[in-house]
């Protein structure tokens, strides 16, 4: 055996949480104040090399899941949560799960002091978004994982959102954060609007497909299938455990909002306007989503160019996996991890196919992505902080 | 209040159970051999005027939710059941949920003796019972909820299944049992292939619009979901609880066995050979089933004319109901009933058009159909026994 | 074959909706405000023999059940429907599931007029039940399924629902409606108090073992797990699917307003104060309830003295059974059902036993008693339109 | 900002899977053979400080969950996959979620190498599990997670599992992993005999209050419920996700094999034979488990002296938590993490007490605190790739 000694790779700075002795004492001393550094109970105030980072909405599912991924990332520390319905509650009343680690209490956006922070995760509801990122600091790096600064046009945030765009200046530095398509735009990026769930799963299959021009753009037909949690945390009847076990819902056919998003990104891979038939499907469980997705090849185009060409875009990508021929991608396979996986499938109608995609919708198709897009902001390899393996 | 005497209606004929004075005594009498009216446990075993139904197959899912419906079934007593592997026990060995119940002790079928029997539903495994209905008596009228006659070309039957049709003579007295649609057939039927679920699903919807030529028969895509219990009651380790809940899965992607027999019944309403596209999705609860289909709508036709013939269609039909404008059919709905409910709906792509319709998988999907059948074969209102409304 | 003609039975009166010609017609001229047969359709608004039911809170769980059960009852008919806060509305745009039925819209209880009613389910939240009940007609039979009316010490109610009673005269009128235990008293009853879920799988085995001095009073220990439709159908956070599926979460310790009426039934029993332990568990599922019982035996008695007392006491009982010897009840077993499930099991302390016992919440623990209930009060056999197999 | 740079901490050695540049070319040149670095896809098989471990019985539950701890542990790398049955086959053909790490191929433990091995966790069944550690090399450092090793006393073993015990001397030789009781003992073992999942749950709340004699050790009454993966991955009828969900089951009720373990446990605290009252539950989630424990207090001891104990006897552990008062645990809580959460709560029942712990049946239950001691073994920081917020 040749273990190397406990101080000598990633503890030589003193700052983890490893260190069993230490954790009694610093529990203690602790308040809610301090820069705490998420993968250390211990933490180290004064350390000078952790990005610090900011979560905006921490009490929402989107805002909880940023809070469990840092756990593991070994550069960013968390320095303020903002919550302001829950304002000075610690965070374990609204999630009793992470009261095993220290984390500064809630605080109303307001009372936010972003002096000491470098970059925020805004994780707000659609709507009040775009005033509150209009209010940040310019020195913050902002990953907004709202639907306020998707839309390139917006006269369609209007029409789909029902009110009219608040920072239209935002919106034109905005970029989009699909990171492998998007990936040496959100380098340089200040401001990233991340990717909905549903047109994650949608567009990183489809767009290779289509700049090759392997497939028609017209009849492209999206059966999707999504865990509830995509739907938030609001008290709705219509959530309720009871209304949601042992069935399956149907619901904003034809008018769902991540209609737009995804035929914003297809028609910029065509070069024309696409529309799509998307329907989603509320299905009983917490995560996961599957795209199924029934497309027309062009003319000539075989199930295995389509398979190939996959292959050739993402094999280089560590979070995008094309399967073995035949395997059909499962949403087990990607719970609480950063990947989506995808295959394609012929149809039993001549010249069409079927590609299954999926990821965790709160993971790829949200706070995950986001991660993988401030990493890529600040200059860290991407997959920092991501290295999960699915919980079955 | 007016309320009538106990012995006014009903009752008068002294067979039912609800005499709990009655009900102490003839339980400690009974033994498993007595012809037992399902929804009593008093019985009434010199009653002339009850059906005596055997049930084939009684421990697996859809013989089990045979005798769940029969028990409110007025005419219609259990005379045998049986199940090989399990022959000798108590069927509350085999479903703990029906101890409550006196039923005669599983038997195996070569001990079974048909001459006291009416009728049987046959829910043998696919493959087996072809045999086994050739050696039962010709007297019996026989519901079969395999698969093995639901395909009138047998060529068709050994592609699929992978082995030559036993009994094609058989096959061709076979009445194809999707009551609304062949209801005077099964009329005048001695033997009924029920249909499969999915294959229910997908013709309660589109049969009537193709009869119209109101969509057309290419580019058919079909997107269909079902509970767990659709694929039966064998120990499989895909089918494990740790498995199955909190996911998803496709399966038997372009290659379901219901494809042929979901092609057969669209090709006979279209006059013409109709191939589908067709993927089954598992979702993770027990019962339901949902196809959501997509379609291209004949030149010139409208989404209001798909409505407007189906509303035509099922008009007079019970357990065919076509919901209001806009209201999204759901599983819950009809959790443990007969019904199939559908709708339509617009599509974003001009000229296109979404259905959606649900079922029970295992009522009208399977063993209420059964039961539909029966009645209409042997003279009784076809709803009879079958007034469940949905557990929530 | 002796299958009996289909107008001699129980469709010679004309009223059931099994006759599927006159369906669709009577269909169409319905409305919402006729006497609508609940078995039934087409209903016979003449029918001069069916009781006539008003459910008073019909948008809840315990609502929504007695509709579901008065559907295969033969006597009873559905007269009116309130729920104050959908007034107006039809039942389907709260309870999607009831779409195939025709049932009256549901009204405000302002607007109720009881003069052609018979009896009522009241089925309102604790706290404003008494007010209303108060206000109701003295010719109504009244099965409550609230709390209000279950506690005979209206100090104690105070105590743990935190106001004063309002109606103590009624109070003294109301007669418990723990069914096996209580019949005579309820058989003459005006006013029912129908008993709560928790209650009544606690009560049913204990109070014959107590009253044979089996078992000792003092630490009676009771681990409870129920469904979460036990908690109703209000939208709060911690009911969401995504914060109850794949957990487990006791919650009351100590404190459950189930205990009051838990020990004054062990109580009334033991003919001495009873202070037990009641831990109740929320588990993810949406019906079904469990109590495992941890009891300490009398000097000399043994294991099979109370299952000998058990089997007894419950022999001519209908929906109370003792299993066989080591068979283990299971909430599968009961689902959907008015049974309740027994049995008892030495524990591996000597002189200790560990009891078992499983209902369906909503059914035995709450609408199926008040069915079996008001069935008692009317004189009609108790077991009248509760011949349900449980669904799997 | 300061953002430290990329190469200045953990990812000096060159060895980490994060640099997306060499990711895909070290894909495509490796096989199944060499030794993979867990955390990394990339891997260095020149890498002269990863502990080198070997995995078996990796085709299991808590197999599967060894590997997806080891994923982001920085010191211990795969050396070898044992699978009998599953011999040649990639882990992805087992567990599909596994599909997007680089793992050796599964090979049959005959064919095993251990030459290159420092460790191994032995994820085998009971029973099988005696012969094989007996052949294994003396140099390996052992966690075995069978209960072949847990009871000190060879006689009670053969009593409860029926077979004689086949390796007595290596008995004498184990240690049990209970890590915070037996920390010491365990730094210099070389055979960990791993506690099971419902035994971790019940000792840790319970020895040092029996310790501290704050309670009797008589009537301790234990109501555990857990998830359905704690049974394992066979393929049995009544484990299939349709037996399953909706339901609970009690099983094993006085005779589950846990009841000794639990039994050696708190006899060791006590100093005398202890008797406990054990019923496990089968609850429908696929991890999670919870004891409810009843106990009596000494004479004159009060809540707060065993809050106090237990808050004193774990204020320095990492993985024990005693939540403020009033706080219930929750099973969400712990998921997919390595805590045990515990409180303690006043009966009704004067002078007795109850106490609520929660662990992750798989983690903290199994594959966790088989990580935990492998680190504590191996002279690492016992925290060391377990740390894992909750997936709720």
């Known amino acids: 055996m040749s273990a190397i000694s406990f101080s000598s790779v990633c503890f030589s700075r003193g700052h983890c949480w490893n260190n069993p002795k230490e954790f009694g004492k610093v529990r203690k001393q602790q308040g809610g104040k301090l820069l705490v550094k998420c993968s250390s109970k211990s933490g180290n105030p004064s350390s000078q090399n952790a990005v610090r980072v900011g979560v905006l909405g921490a009490s929402g599912y989107t805002g909880s899941e940023v809070l469990r991924l840092l756990a593991n990332h070994p550069q960013f520390g968390i320095a303020l949560m903002t919550a302001?319905?829950?304002?000075?509650?610690?965070?374990?009343?609204?999630?009793?799960?992470?009261?095993?680690?220290?984390?500064?209490?809630?605080?109303?956006?307001?009372?936010?002091?972003?002096?000491?922070?470098?970059?925020?995760?805004?994780?707000?509801?659609h709507g009040t978004t775009q005033e509150i990122i209009k209010g940040l600091p310019k020195h913050l790096k902002i990953v907004d994982l709202s639907a306020d600064f998707r839309l390139r046009d917006i006269s369609e945030y209007e029409e789909w959102y029902g009110q009219p765009h608040r920072a239209p200046d935002l919106q034109k530095e905005a970029i989009y954060g699909l990171t492998e398509v998007l990936r040496e735009e959100i380098k340089n990026a200040r401001l990233v609007a991340n990717p909905g769930c549903y047109p994650t799963s949608v567009q990183l299959p489809l767009v290779p497909l289509i700049k090759a021009s392997l497939i028609?753009?017209?009849?492209?037909?999206?059966?999707?299938?999504?865990?509830?949690?995509?739907?938030?945390?609001?008290?709705?009847?219509?959530?309720?455990?009871?209304?949601?076990?042992?069935?399956?819902?149907?619901?904003?056919?034809?008018?769902?909002?991540?209609?737009?998003?995804?035929?914003?990104?297809?028609?910029?891979?065509?070069?024309?306007?696409?529309?799509?038939?998307?329907?989603?499907?509320?299905?009983?469980?917490?995560?996961?989503?599957?795209?199924?997705?029934?497309?027309?090849?062009?003319?000539?185009?075989?199930?295995?160019?389509?398979?190939?060409?996959?292959?050739?875009?993402?094999?280089?990508?560590?979070?995008?996996?094309?399967?073995?021929?035949?395997?059909?991608?499962?949403?087990?396979?990607?719970?609480?991890?950063?990947?989506?996986?995808?295959?394609?499938?012929?149809?039993?109608?001549?010249?069409?196919?079927?590609?299954?995609?999926?990821?965790?919708?709160?993971?790829?198709?949200?706070?995950?992505?986001?991660?993988?897009?401030?990493?890529?902001?600040?200059?860290?390899?991407?997959?920092?902080?991501?290295?999960?393996?699915?919980?079955?």
Chains 1, 2, 3, 4 share one sequence.
Do not use: W
């Open 84 to 125: 302001d319905r829950k304002a000075g509650q610690p965070i374990s009343s609204v999630f009793p799960h992470l009261s095993t680690r220290d984390l500064p209490d809630l605080i109303a956006i307001k009372d936010a002091n972003f002096s000491d922070v470098d970059a925020v995760f805004c994780c707000l509801p």
């Open 216 to 392: 028609e753009i017209k009849n492209i037909i999206i059966d999707a299938k999504s865990g509830v949690s995509g739907a938030g945390r609001s008290a709705k009847e219509n959530l309720l455990f009871t209304e949601v076990t042992e069935g399956l819902n149907s619901y904003g056919v034809t008018r769902h909002r991540h209609v737009p998003e995804i035929e914003q990104g297809l028609a910029e891979a065509a070069g024309s306007k696409v529309t799509v038939s998307f329907t989603p499907h509320l299905i009983p469980m917490s995560r996961g989503m599957q795209s199924t997705i029934y497309v027309e090849m062009a003319p000539g185009v075989r199930i295995e160019d389509l398979y190939q060409q996959l292959k050739l875009s993402y094999e280089d990508e560590e979070f995008v996996s094309v399967l073995e021929n035949g395997v059909i991608p499962r949403t087990h396979s990607v719970k609480g991890t950063n990947y989506c996986l995808i295959n394609v499938f012929p149809d039993r109608i001549p010249g069409r196919a079927i590609i299954i995609s999926v990821i965790d919708n709160l993971v790829k198709g949200a706070s995950g992505q986001a991660l993988q897009n401030l990493n890529l902001i600040l200059g860290f390899p991407e997959n920092l902080g991501l290295h999960y393996l699915p919980l079955f």
